[in-house]
Structures are given as C-alpha cells and as structure tokens.
C-alpha cells in the first residue's frame, strides 16, 4: 500500500505569502491519479487539484500543483484569508486503492 | 447542479447496526463510480468503500466483511450498511463522486456523523 506523506504538518504564514505544501509517496504514484483537496473546519472537503497539476473548475489561479513520481507540491501564490484551511494530498492505486495524506494545516501567522 | 445528501447517522451501542443513505441529484448513481469516506473526530480522510458502475464494489481492510455498499437506481440512491460497529468507526461519514477511473472525487456531500458509544 502507498502511503503519503505530507509536510510540514502545520504551516504558519501571513495573507499575500506564497505557501508550498507537499507530498511525498512511498513508490512511485501515476500523476494521472494524484489530487489535491482543502477542507475548512466544518465542511466537506473540495477538490482543488486533479491529475498532480490541473485545476478543477472555478479553482482560481492562485492555486497550482506540480510534481511526478513520488513528489508532488501544490502552491498557492498569494494567499487569501479564506485560503487557510487544511489540505489533504490523494492517490489512487491498483486494487483499488485511495489514500489520502495526513494534512497540512495552513493557518494565519 | 451536483447535490449529494448523506442521512442516516447517529449514535450506536457497539455491536451494533447502521444504514447511511447519500441522496444523490444532478447526476444518474448507476452511471458513476461512488465512494464513502469518512473523517474520524479530529482526524484525517480514510476512504472506505466504491461501487464501480458495473455494480463491482471494494471496501478498505479496516472495513471489509462488516460494512456493505449498494445503491437503489430508482431512488437514484447510495447506501452503507454498517454492522458489527466499532468505537474506531465513530466519524463522519462523507458520500463522494469519483471523475471515472480517475480515483478523482470532484463531488462530495456534507458528511453525516456516526458515534459508536455505550
């Protein structure tokens, strides 16, 4: 099983910061199947990111994922007050399989 | 408009039995891959079960022979049968729409909590 791993747990940055959050897996992930979610405190999460760098719809352009292999990276260029939240890397694999990372949290500095 | 309506949740002795529904509209249930993940209080995502279109379903290890999914295409309906329930399995409960074969969830609903408690 494909495990990801998601660093730093916690980030501390300030509006109009860039943040860069990753992901790491175990062996190597298919960028086809690599997402990126946010999830604020009390909701479902949403889909931001899906095959490792295309952005899902009405996602602004702020947001951008990279990566192949066992390391992906999803960037938010200049941060938002509504963009701190926690966001949650996810694979899917043979089996299937769907494994999601452990978080990060993104909070105001 | 997408809409997916998880119901069914609540608090359960262990032991115990469960049925969640995920009211689905906007969109035709048997024509998609459906999944439920679910949120444990404080935690992260733990994907735990998809029905595939042709009706072919696969469950999570920690999952597997306890809970049950199925849909209803007349009611346009998810379900998870939950048995044999755990306090380990207290959380929320999310319906999610997978973009095919993608592993992909570009839809979900608003969760429904399940509390396995005595």
């Known amino acids: 099983e494909i495990v990801l791993t998601q660093s730093p747990g916690t980030l501390s940055l300030s509006p109009g910061e860039r943040a860069t959050l990753s992901c790491r897996a175990s062996?190597?992930?298919?960028?086809?199947?690599l997402a990126w979610y946010q999830q604020k405190s009390g909701q479902a999460p949403r889909l931001l990111i899906y095959?490792?760098?295309s952005r899902a719809t009405g996602i602004p352009d702020r947001f951008s994922g990279s990566g192949s292999g066992t390391d992906f990276a999803l960037t938010i260029s200049r941060l938002e007050p509504e963009d701190f939240a926690v966001y949650y890397c996810?694979?899917?694999?043979?089996?299937?399989?769907?494994?999601f990372g452990q978080g990060t949290k993104l909070e105001i500095k | 408009e997408v809409q997916l309506v998880e119901s069914g949740g609540g608090l359960v002795q262990p032991g115990g039995s469960l049925r969640l529904s995920c009211a689905a509209s906007?969109?035709?249930?048997?024509?998609?891959?459906l999944s439920w993940v679910r949120q444990a209080p404080g935690k992260g995502l733990e994907w735990v079960s998809v029905?595939?279109?042709?009706?072919?379903?696969y469950y999570a290890d920690s999952v597997k022979g306890r809970f049950t999914i199925s849909r209803d295409n007349s009611k346009n309906t998810l379900y998870l049968q939950m048995n044999s329930l755990r306090g380990e399995d207290t959380a929320v409960y999310y319906c999610?729409?997978?973009?095919?074969?993608?592993?992909?969830?570009?839809?979900w609903g608003q969760g429904t909590l399940v509390t396995v408690s005595s």
């Open positions: 996810q694979q899917y694999g043979s089996s299937p399989s769907y494994t």
């Open positions: 906007g969109f035709t249930v048997s024509y998609n891959y």
């Open positions: 062996q190597s992930v298919s960028s086809s199947y």
């Open positions: 029905i595939y279109t042709g009706g072919d379903t």
């Open positions: 999610a729409r997978e973009i095919a074969a993608t592993g992909t969830f570009d839809y």
């Open positions: 095959g490792a760098s």
